[in-house]
């Protein structure tokens, strides 16, 4: 069982950047398709990057495309998201989840099986 952890949220300017890090423990990751979503106050949680287990395969929403970026450390157990460019839009909750599936990214929600507690990213105007 993957116990996630998320870090490397706070406050910014917009225009800033931030990585954030979702570590597990189990030293398993590396094995899962993994998804960073987030949700903001009153809206729906929507997902923003995916990467694939083994040869981790990327995609992105439009939302984020060209300023953030997904990456896999499997040395350090860790799948990492680069935010760039940061707007006051992207500001909400951002969460990791993990799905023990083959065959590339995964976008629904409901495959995850895994998912962290949230790390709070806000971006000020």
């Not at 706070?10 to 990585?19: A, D, F, K, P, W």
């Not at 896999?72 to 006051?88: E, H, T």
């Not at 993990?98 to 990214?105: P, R």
């Amino acid at each position: 069982q993957l116990h996630l952890v998320e870090s490397g949220g706070g406050v910014v300017q917009s225009g800033g950047s931030l990585r954030l890090s979702c570590v597990d423990s189990g030293f398993t990751l590396g094995h899962y398709a993994v998804g960073w979503f987030r949700q903001a106050p009153g809206k729906e949680r929507e997902g923003v990057a995916y990467i694939s287990s083994g040869e981790s395969s990327t995609y992105y929403e439009d939302s984020v495309k060209g300023r953030f970026t997904i990456s896999r450390d499997v040395a350090k157990n860790a799948v990492y998201l680069q935010m760039n460019s940061l707007k006051p839009v992207d500001t909400a909750v951002y969460s990791c989840a993990a799905a023990y599936l083959d065959g590339g990214v995964v976008r629904v929600q409901s495959a995850y099986d895994y998912w962290g507690q949230g790390t709070q990213v806000t971006v000020s105007s």
